[in-house]
T-cell receptor, first 116, second 114 residues
Framework: AQSVAQPEDQVNVAEGNPLTVKCTYS??????LFWYVQYPNRGLQFLLK??????LVKGSYGFEAEFNKSQTSFHLKKPSALVSDSALYFC??????????????FGTGTLLAVQP | EAQVTQNPRYLITVTGKKLTVTCSQN?????MSWYRQDPGLGLRQIYY???????DKGDVPEGYKVSRKEKRNFPLILESPSPNQTSLYFC?????????????FGSGTRLTVV
């Protein structure tokens, strides 16, 4: 079955420290990978995506993610966390096969809490 | 402003009383979709639409209906809501099918069925 796993329900980090939010996936073929962020009482906002090419993808608000095919991972990273980064983060994958429905398969989300 | 608009933002209703959650986008997007978000389960797709008059089931379609009579609107209909449909609902759209076309999400509708 195709799935996305975010093993940590919550990640706590001090402001100014680097952060990592983990994501692993299980899909057939070469997937398309995404990260979205959800602030309180808001819809999901696109952060970044990996389609092909360089394994390190840079996105909005200083975030980046590294695609690792051998480990089937797509961890989200930021060198220096801000309190304003505190939010719920979702990893998502779009299976890449003919006739795909454009459906995104989401992980369960990771709450990032950045302490001042 | 380009956006996906959902209404209402909050809704409390009783079991069995039909309701409709509206979704409208002003970006001329072909693809639209409904998701529900539940704690510990992430977002799960309910229904999607590739274009006008083309709709199909997602992963959790039971108890829901949709229609796509116009390109901009994609309402979600609960004919007989039940408490297990209490959830946070999101409508999303994208220009067309394909990974290079990202999703734009609405702000969500929090539905409580008592």
């Amino acid at each position: 079955a195709q799935s996305v796993a975010q093993p940590e329900d919550q990640v706590n980090v001090a402001e100014g420290n680097p952060l990592t939010v983990k994501c692993t996936y299980s899909v057939s073929g070469n997937p398309y990978l995404f990260w979205y962020v959800q602030y309180p009482n808001r819809g999901l906002q696109f952060l970044l995506k990996y389609i092909t090419g360089d394994n390190l993808v840079k996105g909005s608000y200083g975030f980046e993610a590294e695609f690792n095919k051998s480990q089937t991972s797509f961890h989200l990273k930021k060198p220096s966390a801000l309190v304003s980064d505190s939010a719920l983060y979702f990893c998502a994958v779009r299976p890449n096969y003919g006739g795909a429905t454009n459906k995104l398969i989401f992980g369960t989300g990771t709450l990032l809490a950045v302490q001042p | 402003e380009a956006q996906v608009t959902q209404n209402p933002r909050y809704l409390i209703t009783v079991t069995g009383k039909k309701l409709t959650v509206t979704c409208s986008q002003n970006m001329n997007h072909e693809y639209m979709s409904w998701y529900r978000q539940d704690p510990g389960l992430g977002l799960r797709q309910i229904y999607y639409s590739m274009n006008v008059e083309v709709t199909d089931k997602g992963d959790v379609p039971e108890g829901y209906k949709v229609s796509r009579k116009e390109k901009r609107n994609f309402p979600l209909i609960l004919e007989s809501p039940s408490p297990n449909q209490t959830s946070l609902y999101f409508c999303a759209s994208s220009l067309r099918r394909g990974p290079n076309y990202g999703y734009t999400f609405g702000s969500g509708t929090r539905l409580t069925v008592v």
